[in-house]
């Protein structure tokens, strides 16, 4: 009886294992590539995680201090209730009725929530504004079940200057950087453009680029947006902008100097030593100081690697992100058109604060969700209701003015965009199925030339003799009799 065939004999190598070319019927094989892969995932994380050295010190500041919270809301309560006079007003009472409720349930939230993954500058920070997320969501779908002529309505009673409608602004027009006709200033149009809306570029890229940290995505996002303003603006005619303002204005100047900066801080972020000591164990006033300031700072530091041709469930994630960031940028823009808010209007601003503060919290669920679904079973909490938010504001846009969502995209753009999906398509159809095909086809070719058959080795006098046809199937007599006994 000849010894099994080792692992060197067949050809299989650490290579093929790892890229699934063996039989899944053989359970050693699939152990070992399950090993392999749970090593390569731990070494994976271990070199994106930095290491983080805390003293442990839990002080006054990192309590939960549920019980103080209760004592300090029964008191305002008894005190409303006791204490102060109701007013004969229906309207007032109704709005600090529902303002009540909902800090009512912020302090819960903050108190009683599940903590997310972010620690600094508090817990508790983090946990309030899941639950202001929460509150959010809410507002939306309330919006989603009224009227159009309601819903605008109902803006006048967080604002009584809303609920009337308000021109857009035409950004394009006259596209001349330099202006001959106006010897005064010829290049007016210039000094148009540079508003407010230019540093807010700056900064909300800057954020991203902190959200999603990977240079490519950022661009590509940041690209992709100028071609939606293209499509759709016959739709909006705040997208109508001079090719100038696209490019050179946008892409070049404000997004790209901002994915710029945000890129420089990740990679301090990356290279900062993260050790936590207690305030009080500081001995000089100089390090207090500075304690204090790195309060304000990442706990830790979790490098992003999306890898996003690493697998078809990684692609696939990558493109709804793109998806989900574009569409929540454009929520911005057709959200103020059909509820009539001001672009300089206080809530736009607040929507984008809001975004700030969760849409990082968000993808750092979507990453660990995508990069450890061993210990990440599902969606985090921030993640599903951003995600569910951004498809509400998209509900509220195509109920409330489906005469604008509807009006029909140009024909040249529309051939633009089904030749980009269709190249996606095909891309996506090479990359993880025609091409691993192949690579499958190709190994499998190569490893039955390398490893000879039976019937193929040489006899114990040095020839090579040609077995019948019932011993190329079932082997030799001899190996016939030794599996039947």
């Not at 998806?323 to 509820?339: G, I, P, Q, R, S």
């Not at 990453?367 to 509400?392: E, N, R, S």
Request: charged residues 20%; proline residues 5%; glycine residues 6%.
């Amino acid at each position: 009886m000849s010894k099994p065939e080792s692992k060197k004999s067949t050809g299989i190598n650490a290579e093929q294992v790892d890229n699934g070319f063996l039989d899944p019927g053989d359970s050693d094989l699939n152990k070992t590539k399950m090993m392999k892969q749970t090593s390569r995932e731990s070494l994976h994380r271990k070199n994106t995680e930095c290491e983080v050295y805390d003293d442990g010190t839990n002080t006054f500041f990192w309590r939960a201090h549920a019980v103080t919270v209760l004592l300090l809301l029964t008191c305002a309560l008894v005190y409303v209730t006791l204490l102060e006079e109701t007013p004969q007003d229906t309207a007032y009472n109704t709005k600090r009725g529902i303002i009540a409720s909902i800090l009512v349930f912020l302090c819960f939230g903050v108190t009683q929530a599940k903590d997310g993954p972010f620690t600094r500058p508090h817990p508790a920070y983090w946990r309030f504004w899941l639950c202001v997320t929460v509150v959010y969501e809410l507002f939306l779908i309330f919006i989603l079940f009224q009227t159009v002529h309601d819903g605008r309505q109902f803006m006048k009673y967080i604002d009584p200057k809303l609920g009337v409608p308000l021109p857009e602004r035409d950004y394009g027009g006259n596209c001349l950087m330099y202006d001959p006709g106006n010897a005064s200033d010829p290049f007016h149009n210039i000094w148009d453009k540079m508003d407010g809306f230019v540093p807010a570029h700056f900064l909300g890229w800057y954020i991203k680029t902190l959200m999603i940290r990977d240079w490519w995505m950022c661009m590509i996002i940041s690209v992709m947006f100028e071609f939606l303003e293209y499509s759709l603006e016959h739709q909006l005619p705040n997208f109508s902008e001079c090719w100038w303002d696209h490019w050179i204005m946008d892409v070049l100047v404000c997004n790209s100097l901002g994915i710029y900066c945000g890129m420089k801080a990740l990679a301090w972020l990356s290279m900062k030593p993260y050790q936590w000591q207690g305030l009080w164990n500081i001995p000089t006033y100089k390090g207090k100081i500075k304690r204090i300031a790195f309060q304000f700072t990442p706990y830790s530091w979790v490098k992003f690697e999306w890898k996003p041709a690493s697998n078809l469930r990684r692609w696939l994630a990558v493109l709804g992100i793109i998806f989900m960031f574009l569409l929540a940028e454009l929520n911005t823009f057709y959200l103020k058109f059909v509820l009539w808010m001001p672009p300089e209007h206080y809530l736009v601003l607040l929507r984008l604060v809001f975004f700030v503060n969760v849409g990082g919290v968000a993808m750092r669920e979507i990453y660990d969700f995508m990069d450890d679904p061993k210990f990440h079973k599902k969606l985090g909490q921030q993640a599903w209701l951003v995600a569910a938010i951004t498809v509400t504001e998209f509900l509220i846009v195509l109920k409330y003015d489906p005469n604008t969502i509807m009006l029909p995209i140009p024909f040249f753009i529309m051939q633009c965009w089904f030749l980009g999906i269709f190249l996606i398509f095909i891309w996506t159809m090479w990359r993880f199925f025609i091409r691993d095909i192949t690579l499958r086809y190709k190994e499998t070719r190569r490893r039955k030339q390398e490893v000879p058959s039976d019937w193929e080795r040489p006899s114990g006098n040095g020839s090579t003799a040609a077995p019948t046809g019932r011993s190329k199937l079932n082997g030799s007599s001899e190996t016939l009799r030794y599996r039947k006994s």
